[in-house]
């Protein structure tokens, strides 16, 4: 069973950055890919970045590339977005999910049902 809790979420003006955090439980935490995902008030949850277990590899949505990064520290079973450049349309909860395969790399790392485990979520609110 692994936990995951998201931190870092408040309000911001456009423009501005944050970074999220997302502290997994579990020793098995450094061979999981890791995703995170957003969802708007009356939207469907959306995927935002997906990291390899290893951190070598990355994705992002094309709506936040070039201004969002994800990264992972294995050593203390965190994960991170960096959020610069925010936009008001970039006001959601955020969530980080685990797929708990160990060492694998997803072809459909986009969908939210290929991860097994789930944060609590963090807000994250862009003002204009």
């Known amino acids: 069973q692994v936990q995951l809790v998201e931190s870092g979420g408040r309000l911001v003006q456009a423009g501005g950055s944050l970074r999220l955090s997302c502290a997994a439980s579990?020793?098995?935490?450094?061979?999981?890919?890791m995703g995170w995902f957003r969802q708007a008030p009356g939207k469907e949850r959306e995927f935002v970045a997906w990291?390899?277990?290893?951190?070598?590899?990355?994705y992002y949505a094309e709506s936040v590339k070039g201004r969002f990064t994800i990264s992972r520290d294995n050593a203390k079973n965190l994960v991170y977005l960096q959020m610069n450049s925010l936009k008001p349309e970039d006001t959601a909860v955020y969530y980080c999910a685990a797929d708990q395969r160990p060492y694998y790399y997803s072809g459909t790392y986009y969908r939210a049902n290929e991860y097994d485990y789930w944060g609590q979520g963090t807000q994250v609110t862009v003002s204009s």
């Open positions: 579990g020793r098995t935490f450094s061979t999981y890919a």
């Open positions: 990291i390899s277990w290893n951190g070598f590899s990355t």
